[in-house]
C-alpha cells in the first residue's frame, strides 16, 4: 500500500516537472518554480503522503530528478534547483524545515548513486539549494546548513564505498561551515 503511494507520488512529480519543462529554453531559471509548484499542488491536493508518514520530500526530489532527466538536462546542473524548489514548495504547504532539507538533500545524494553521479558534487548543489530555499521563507539557514550537511553525510554512510569520503571532501571544499559542522560530529 505504501510503496503504491510512493510509486504513483514520484511518477505524478516526475510527469509534473517533465511537462512544466519541456519546450523551455531556461531550464534553470524556470525549474526551481516548477518543482516548487508541483510540490505545493501535491501537498494541498492531498494529506495523506503526510499523513501516512511517506517521506515526501524524497520523493519529490526523486521524481524530479527523474522528470528532469527525462528532457535531457544534466541532472548534476539541475540538483540545486530541484533541492530549492522542493524545499521552498513543502515549507510553504505547512511542512518542517528539518523535513525538507533532510528528505531533499539525503535522497539527492541517494539519487547520485543510482544515476552514477558524482556523489560528493551532488551532495554540495543539494545542501547550497536546500539553504537558498530556507533563506526565501524565512527560515533558519545555519540550521539548514547543519541540517543539510547531516543529511548528506548519512545518506553517503548508507550508498557506502567511497561515498563518505567523496562527500566530506566536497562539503569541506564547497559548503561554507560545513568543515566547523564535520568536525563537530566527529566529537
Given at each position: 500500500?505504501v510503496?503504491?503511494?510512493?510509486?504513483?507520488l514520484v511518477?505524478?512529480v516526475?510527469?509534473?516537472?517533465?511537462?512544466?519543462?519541456?519546450?523551455?529554453?531556461?531550464v534553470g531559471?524556470?525549474?526551481v518554480?516548477?518543482v516548487?509548484n508541483?510540490?505545493?499542488?501535491?501537498?494541498?491536493g492531498?494529506g495523506?503522503?503526510?499523513a501516512k508518514?511517506?517521506?515526501?520530500?524524497a520523493?519529490?526530489?526523486?521524481?524530479?530528478?527523474?522528470?528532469?532527466?527525462?528532457?535531457?538536462?544534466?541532472?548534476?546542473?539541475?540538483?540545486?534547483?530541484?533541492v530549492?524548489g522542493?524545499?521552498?514548495?513543502?515549507?510553504?504547504?505547512?511542512?518542517?524545515?528539518?523535513?525538507?532539507?533532510?528528505g531533499?538533500?539525503?535522497q539527492?545524494?541517494h539519487?547520485?548513486?543510482?544515476?552514477g553521479?558524482?556523489?560528493g558534487?551532488?551532495a554540495?548543489?543539494?545542501?547550497?539549494?536546500?539553504?537558498?530555499?530556507?533563506g526565501?521563507?524565512?527560515?533558519d539557514?545555519?540550521?539548514a546548513t547543519?541540517e543539510?550537511?547531516?543529511?548528506?553525510l548519512?545518506?553517503?554512510?548508507?550508498?557506502?564505498g567511497?561515498?563518505?569520503a567523496s562527500?566530506?571532501?566536497?562539503?569541506?571544499?564547497?559548503?561554507?561551515?560545513?568543515?566547523?559542522?564535520i568536525?563537530?560530529i566527529?566529537?
Open positions: 500500500m510503496f503504491s503511494i510512493i510509486s504513483s511518477n505524478g516526475k510527469g509534473g516537472v517533465s511537462a512544466g519543462l519541456k519546450g523551455t529554453g531556461d531559471g524556470t525549474l518554480n516548477v516548487k508541483v510540490t505545493v499542488t501535491t501537498l494541498k492531498t495523506e503522503f503526510v508518514g511517506i517521506d515526501v520530500p520523493s519529490i526530489v526523486k521524481g524530479s530528478l527523474a522528470g528532469v532527466a527525462d528532457i535531457g538536462v544534466s541532472v548534476v546542473t539541475a540538483v540545486k534547483g530541484v530549492n522542493t524545499v521552498e514548495g513543502f515549507v510553504e504547504a505547512g511542512g518542517s524545515q528539518d523535513e525538507a532539507v533532510r531533499a538533500v539525503g539527492s545524494v539519487s547520485a548513486k543510482e544515476l553521479l558524482d556523489v558534487e551532488v554540495v548543489e543539494a545542501v547550497k539549494g536546500s539553504v537558498e530555499a530556507v526565501k521563507v524565512g527560515g539557514t545555519v540550521a547543519k543539510g550537511v547531516v543529511a548528506a548519512d545518506a553517503a554512510a548508507e550508498v557506502g567511497e561515498a563518505i562527500v566530506k571532501e566536497a562539503l569541506t571544499a564547497g559548503v561554507n561551515g560545513a568543515k566547523e559542522i568536525e563537530a566527529k566529537k
